[in-house]
Antibody
Framework: EVQLVESGGGLEQPGGSLRLSCAGS????????MSWVRQAPGKGLEWVSA????????IYAESVKGRFTISRDNSKDTVYLQMNSLRGDDAAVYFC?????????????????WGQGTAVTVSS | QSVLTQPPSASGTPGQTVTISCSGT????????VYWYQHLPGAAPKLLIY???QRPSGVPDRFSASKSGTSASLAISGLRSEDEADYYC???????????FGGGTKLTVL
């Protein structure tokens, strides 16, 4: 069974940093691009970032560009989201999602397996 | 303001058919596949439809979808109480170079 388990969420002050982790299992982790999607309280889904299977290519939403960094360690089947300079509007549940086996054809593949999410609260 | 436009709410009675629309532009819906997700409160979003109209295994054929130009729609027939959830459309946006979502449609089964 394909599974994604996020961790690392919590309460952080504005301007602070948090690192989220997501451990994958049940599939060949290094073959797939991975993504993060978030949902702020009372709001809809917002795509945040993605990383290629080999970890050599990344993309970001404009809202997080320059503040968040996505990375992965395929030896640990884990993807990370380093969040710096946190703002109030970064508060959300962050979902780790399995995506495409082909970085050059991202639109052809669904965000097909989602983790349960980890909650991030930004408040002083 | 979401890049894709969905009605904020929809409703129907058990057994009815409900349709949810999704409107985009030539850089997303008009040029790439549309995906639909079902999100129950407190749960992980679930892929409902991929590549415009394909259903993953395990998704009932009560769920169907289509796309024409820069618009797409999801239809749920034989409405059941367990269909009560938020539904999101999404697509790759070539201009933004990222995934865009609709604002979500809250479906209520009356």
């Amino acid at each position: 069974e394909v599974q994604l388990v996020e961790s690392g969420g919590g309460l952080e002050q504005p301007g602070g940093s948090l690192r989220l982790s997501c451990a994958g299992s049940g599939f060949t982790f290094s073959t797939y691009a991975m993504s993060w999607v978030r949902q702020a309280p009372g709001k809809g889904l917002e795509w945040v970032s993605a990383i290629s299977g080999r970890g050599d290519s990344t993309i970001y939403a404009e809202s997080v560009k320059g503040r968040f960094t996505i990375s992965r360690d395929n030896s640990k089947d884990t993807v990370y989201l380093q969040m710096n300079s946190l703002r109030g509007d970064d508060a959300a549940v962050y979902f780790c999602v399995k995506w495409s086996p082909n970085w050059n054809l991202l639109g052809l593949y669904a965000l097909d397996v989602w983790g349960q999410g980890t909650a991030v609260t930004v408040s002083s | 303001q979401s890049v894709l436009t969905q009605p904020p709410s929809a409703s129907g009675t058990p057994g009815q058919t409900v349709t949810i629309s999704c409107s985009g532009t030539s850089s997303n819906v008009g040029s790439d596949y549309v995906y639909w997700y079902q999100h129950l409160p407190g749960a992980a979003p679930k892929l409902l439809i991929y590549r415009n109209h394909q259903r993953p295994s395990g998704v009932p054929d009560r769920f169907s979808a289509s796309k024409s130009g820069t618009s797409a729609s999801l239809a749920i027939s034989g409405l059941r109480s367990e269909d009560e959830a938020d539904y999101y459309c999404s697509a790759w946006d070539a201009s933004l170079r990222g995934v865009v979502f609709g604002g979500g449609t809250k479906l209520t089964v009356l």
